[in-house]
């Protein structure tokens, strides 16, 4: 039948408001799991300070055979392998989380995790190691962006080896106001640096359009071996919305 995680918090933790197979990022040959919980507190002595976590379970029989697992403040009670989690009060680090493919090259996989609400709503973006070691930290360029809003692999369109990642920000004003935008930050960044020093920045179409709302890397369609962007706009054309489908050749 599968199992059931709960939480074990005090309050409201959100959990399950994010979810992905992030691959194996242990390196046993067995695919993990991680779940956000963006409200998640540091403490539970302290509620609402919504910093935020996410939590990794390596697959395998400890998984497998669970009737029933906890993610809990109390360590004798908490089933996760890994925690990640925001640094600071209102972080919300968890809003969205996703398999980031082997990001700095070390063979492995590794984990990337998005919060839109962090540094006044700026946006940031963690990119961590299977055993939740942080690699880089990217932060939104202005206030309100919501960058970190979504994020997913891009796998390797440069073929230098290592994966890259979409970062979308769906408040970006580049092209008037919520117009949108995602970023495509390369494989091997390490260190705390701003989305502003992405290599590639794309915008949306036009002010309202939110662009970034949701991104997602696609295996290669169109047969020239690198990988494409969809991207949402589910605020375009009064609300109707549309998707954009971006090729990969366009960034060669």
Do not use: P
Request: hydrophobic share 35%.
């Amino acid at each position: 039948m599968g199992c059931q995680i709960l939480s074990e918090g005090v309050n409201r933790e959100q959990m399950g408001a994010a979810i992905d197979a992030v691959g194996d990022v242990n390196g046993d040959g067995i695919d993990d799991l991680a779940i956000g919980a963006y409200r998640w507190d540091q403490s539970s002595s302290n509620v609402d300070q919504n910093n935020g976590a996410v939590f990794v379970w390596y697959g395998g029989s400890s998984l497998s055979a669970a009737d029933e697992l906890l993610v809990s403040h109390n360590a004798g009670n908490n089933t996760a392998d890994v925690m990640i989690v925001g640094s600071n009060a209102g972080d919300q680090v968890g809003r969205t989380v996703s398999g980031a493919g082997d990001f700095d090259g070390d063979g492995n996989l590794d984990i990337v995790v998005g919060s839109e609400h962090a540094n006044s709503n700026a946006g940031l973006v963690i990119i961590a190691d299977g055993s939740g070691n942080t690699i880089a930290t990217l932060t939104g360029e202005n206030a309100d962006d919501a960058a970190g809003r979504w994020v997913s692999t891009l796998g390797d369109v440069n073929g230098d080896g290592m994966s890259e990642v979409l970062v979308g920000a769906k408040r970006a004003d580049a092209n008037g106001a919520d117009s949108g935008a995602i970023y495509v930050i390369l494989g091997g960044a390490t260190g705390t640096s701003s989305l502003g020093t992405a290599e590639v920045f794309l915008t949306g179409e036009g002010a309202g359009n939110e662009t970034g709302m949701n991104v997602s890397g696609l295996d290669d369609i169109d047969g020239d071996g690198i990988s494409e962007i969809l991207t949402g706009s589910y605020r375009t054309n009064g609300d109707r919305g549309a998707v954009q489908l971006i090729f990969g050749s366009t960034f060669q």
